[in-house]
Nanobody
Framework: QGRLVESGGGSVQAGGSLRLSCEAS??????VAWFRQAPGKEREGVAA????????YYADFVKGRFTISQDNAKNTVYLQMNSLKPEDTAMYYCAAEHWGACSGGYFEVADFGYWGQGTQVTVSS
């Protein structure tokens, strides 16, 4: 079991950008994903990456706006978020699991057992 620590959240106006970081020590050959949860809504998957090979997966609603990437030297997974919308406002969580958790191109909350504490993103109109 490794460590997951998110950072980089904050407040931004619509159309702006933020880059979230997830220090994912101990997860060099895993599926590491970003999820988000808005008040009153269920947690949903945003993007995932297989840290052993770099393959990436995205939810349809962020394709073209968000990019997930990794820096192996820093054991860090990033989520670059561009063209932010008010509906992107949520607590963003980093999660990790065996690489099989995203091998099918899907990444579900129930399949992830290791979670960070989250970082808040607020987008104002």
């Amino acid at each position: 079991q490794g460590r997951l620590v998110e950072s980089g959240g904050g407040s931004v106006q619509a159309g702006g950008s933020l880059r979230l970081s997830c220090e994912a020590s101990g997860y060099s050959d895993n599926c590491v994903a970003w999820f988000r949860q808005a008040p009153g809504k269920e947690r949903e998957g945003v993007a995932a990456i297989y840290t052993g090979g770099g393959k990436t997966y995205y939810a349809d609603f962020v394709k073209g706006r968000f990019t997930i990437s990794q820096d192996n030297a820093k054991n860090t997974v990033y989520l670059q978020m561009n063209s932010l919308k008010p509906e992107d406002t949520a607590m963003y969580y980093c999660a990790a699991e065996h690489w099989g958790a995203c091998s099918g191109g899907y990444f579900e909350v129930a399949d992830f057992g290791y979670w960070g504490q989250g970082t808040q993103v607020t987008v104002s109109s």
